[in-house]
């Protein structure tokens, strides 16, 4: 049983469009983390959020976290080439122990 | 952000030899650190927890007497996978988490491991 569910696992957009990636759950997290990982790299640390209804951004990037704290949201505005990657959210399940979803495989063409 | 390193970044090894990865927090003392497991086009999943000057501990289904993992010092971890089989090919990824900084996590670059 997979704890965290994350949709959509693909997604192909054109250069210029807006983008969101849900990440959802039955279980309440301490705190929720999202990732982008390259090919052949580790998972690179994007935002931490750790309050329930807590909107953060970087960028063209802004993450939620759901205020029962189950779910979270990254939204991507004017999508660009360089967006693309491997897109994940981990969550805390307490003693530190990340709990990954299944990621999502973002490509945008120019 | 902090700086997680791993060693080897790739090997290729016989069945039935042993690998030993290196994980190192090169700015800061990590008393924890993780290490997980990527399969290809797949997320990573946590294989054990690594406790500085204690045993790991490791999760369900992780065999702990073919992954052992040491947590010598603050800033070094090592996973050694012995007597590797071709089943056993995969990413390994560690992290290391911040002291003070409770919900943040680091990741090493991984680890590819190919056993022929």
């Known amino acids: 049983t997979q704890l965290l569910e994350q949709s959509p696992q693909f997604l192909s957009i054109q250069e210029g469009e807006n983008l969101t990636v849900y990440c959802n759950s039955s279980?309440?997290?301490?705190?929720l983390q999202w990732y982008r990982q390259e090919p052949g790299e580790g998972p690179v640390l994007l935002v931490t959020?750790?309050?329930?209804?807590e909107v953060k951004k970087l960028k063209r990037l802004t993450f939620q976290f759901g205020d029962a704290r189950k779910d979270s949201s990254l939204h991507i505005t004017a999508a660009q080439p360089g967006d693309t990657g491997l897109y994940l959210c981990?969550?805390?399940?307490?003693?530190?122990?990340?709990?990954f979803g299944q990621g999502t495989r973002l490509t945008i063409n120019p | 952000g902090a700086v997680v390193s791993q060693h080897p970044s790739r090997v290729i090894c016989k069945s039935g030899t042993s690998v030993k990865i290196e994980c190192r927090s090169l700015?800061?003392?990590?008393?924890?650190m993780f290490w997980y497991r990527q399969f290809p086009k797949q997320s990573l999943m946590l294989m054990a927890t690594?406790?500085?000057?204690?045993?790991?501990?490791?999760e369900q289904g992780v065999e702990k007497d073919k992954f052992l993992i040491n947590h010598a010092s603050l800033t070094l971890s090592t996973l050694t996978v012995t007597s590797a089989h071709p089943e056993d090919s995969s990413f390994y990824i560690c992290?290391?988490?911040?002291?003070?900084?409770?919900?943040?996590?680091?990741f090493g670059p991984g680890t590819r491991l190919l056993v022929l």
């Open positions: 992290s290391a988490r911040v002291p003070g900084v409770r919900e943040t996590q680091y």
């Open positions: 279980s309440v997290f301490s705190s």
């Open positions: 959020v750790v309050t329930g209804g």
């Open positions: 981990a969550g805390d399940q307490g003693a530190q122990k990340l709990v």
């Open positions: 700015d800061f003392q990590a008393t924890t």
């Open positions: 690594s406790n500085e000057g204690s045993k790991a501990t490791y």
